[in-house]
């Protein structure tokens, strides 16, 4: 099963990275999104990662140019119809993503897969409204997605092993460590990655230490490139809490509880970096 071109659905942060990472890869991209403001934004924000790379030495201009010119904009979901891969990457809403899997299961040729970036909702759902659910599967990148290497590759429960292997050299194509994980909440980044910075959350609400000593502790005392409240701040709190609930609910166990505080930071508006505010004051 060659993949050669490519449909990335959501043009916000994740979509146009992975964007740019396929045409870095050499993948022909069409980049598709609901309005075109939301398309000159994702790729603005490719064309000022590549001039930093050229900035840099990583680069030549003639490089960023040839991976500029392999991403094509589109406002319709029809332009799918001669793709061998459509990775969705819009809202975490099950509403939305089914809606959109449904609309690509009528246009995308009969070989091609329909891959999802969730970070937490159930492949084997989204796969269900469609009616080729052994060829949709889970293609969860990490944010940065031009910086960090690891590729969550979530099968769902019809996913064929064909399917999971072209996906899987697809990945390494990129320069990412595909990683293979079965259809559970959170699947395995964010089952362990969230309970985490709920614990962190907690530890700041009940008086443990100040929002500095806790991100200290964990960015002097293992290493971790952020502490955990700057990356909540990072990862945006609604998302945060929603992945919470995701595992609260899809596992019944109470340790998934989301902390009362990071509720209390969503309802005032308080996402973290993109509102400006969330448990440190941004510019
Ligand atoms: N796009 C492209 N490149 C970026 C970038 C972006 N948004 N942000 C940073 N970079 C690059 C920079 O250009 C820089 O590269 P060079 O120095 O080679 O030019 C490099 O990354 C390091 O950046 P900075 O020096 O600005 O800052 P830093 O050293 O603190 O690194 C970071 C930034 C890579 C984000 C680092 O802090 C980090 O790894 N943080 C943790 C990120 C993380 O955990 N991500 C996972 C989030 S969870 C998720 O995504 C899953 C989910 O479902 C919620």
Same mark, same amino acid.
């Given at each position: 099963?060659?993949?050669?071109?490519?449909?990335?659905?959501?043009?916000?942060?994740?979509?146009?990275?992975?964007?740019?990472?396929?045409?870095?890869?050499?993948?022909?991209?069409?980049?598709?999104?609901?309005?075109?403001? +939301?398309?000159?934004?994702?790729?603005?924000?490719? @064309?000022?990662?590549l001039g930093?790379d050229v900035e840099?030495?990583?680069k @030549?201009e003639?490089?960023k140019?040839?991976?500029?010119?392999?991403?094509?904009?589109?406002?319709? *979901?029809?332009?799918? +119809?001669?793709?061998?891969?459509?990775?969705?990457?819009?809202? &975490?809403?099950?509403?939305?993503?089914?809606?959109? +899997? $449904? &609309?690509?299961?009528?246009?995308?040729?009969?070989?091609?897969?329909?891959? @999802?970036?969730?970070?937490?909702?159930?492949?084997?759902?989204?796969?269900?409204?469609?009616? $080729?659910?052994?060829?949709?599967?889970?293609?969860?990148?990490?944010?940065?997605?031009? !910086?960090?290497?690891?590729?969550?590759?979530?099968?769902?429960?019809?996913?064929?092993? &064909?399917?999971?292997?072209?996906?899987? &050299?697809?990945?390494?194509?990129?320069?990412? *460590?595909?990683?293979?994980?079965?259809?559970?909440?959170?699947?395995?980044?964010?089952?362990?990655?969230?309970?985490?910075?709920?614990?962190?959350? #907690?530890?700041?609400?009940?008086? !443990?230490?100040?929002?500095?000593?806790?991100?200290?502790?964990?960015?002097?005392?293992?290493?971790?490139?952020?502490?955990?409240? @700057?990356?909540?701040? +990072?990862?945006?709190?609604? *998302?945060?809490?929603?992945?919470?609930?995701?595992?609260?609910?899809?596992?019944?166990?109470?340790?998934?509880?989301?902390?009362?505080?990071?509720?209390?930071?969503?309802?005032?508006?308080?996402?973290?970096?993109?509102?400006?505010?969330?448990? #440190?004051?941004?510019?």
């Amino acid at each position: 099963m060659a993949i050669q071109k490519v449909m990335v659905i959501g043009a916000g942060q994740m979509g146009s990275g992975i964007a740019q990472v396929c045409a870095q890869a050499g993948y022909e991209v069409i980049l598709n999104d609901i309005k075109q403001e +939301f398309l000159d934004r994702g790729l603005n924000g490719i @064309t000022k990662n590549l001039g930093r790379d050229v900035e840099k030495g990583r680069k @030549t201009e003639e490089e960023k140019s040839l991976i500029l010119s392999r991403i094509t904009q589109s406002l319709e *979901t029809k332009d799918a +119809f001669d793709v061998d891969i459509v990775i969705e990457a819009a809202t &975490e809403n099950m509403d939305i993503k089914q809606s959109i +899997f $449904r &609309e690509i299961d009528a246009i995308a040729p009969m070989h091609a897969i329909l891959a @999802t970036n969730t970070s937490s909702l159930p492949i084997t759902e989204i796969a269900a409204v469609t009616e $080729r659910p052994e060829q949709v599967i889970g293609m969860h990148f990490m944010n940065p997605v031009p !910086v960090m290497k690891l590729v969550e590759i979530i099968r769902g429960l019809a996913t064929t092993d &064909e399917v999971y292997k072209a996906v899987e &050299e697809m990945t390494t194509s990129l320069g990412k *460590t595909p990683v293979e994980v079965n259809d559970f909440p959170g699947f395995i980044s964010n089952r362990i990655l969230l309970p985490m910075i709920n614990e962190a959350i #907690y530890a700041l609400y009940e008086g !443990v230490a100040t929002k500095e000593a806790i991100d200290d502790v964990m960015k002097l005392g293992m290493n971790h490139p952020m502490g955990p409240l @700057t990356l909540a701040d +990072f990862i945006g709190l609604d *998302t945060c809490l929603y992945i919470m609930e995701i595992l609260h609910e899809g596992l019944g166990d109470s340790k998934y509880r989301p902390c009362p505080l990071l509720r209390k930071y969503v309802a005032a508006g308080w996402l973290g970096r993109k509102s400006g505010r969330g448990f #440190y004051v941004y510019d």
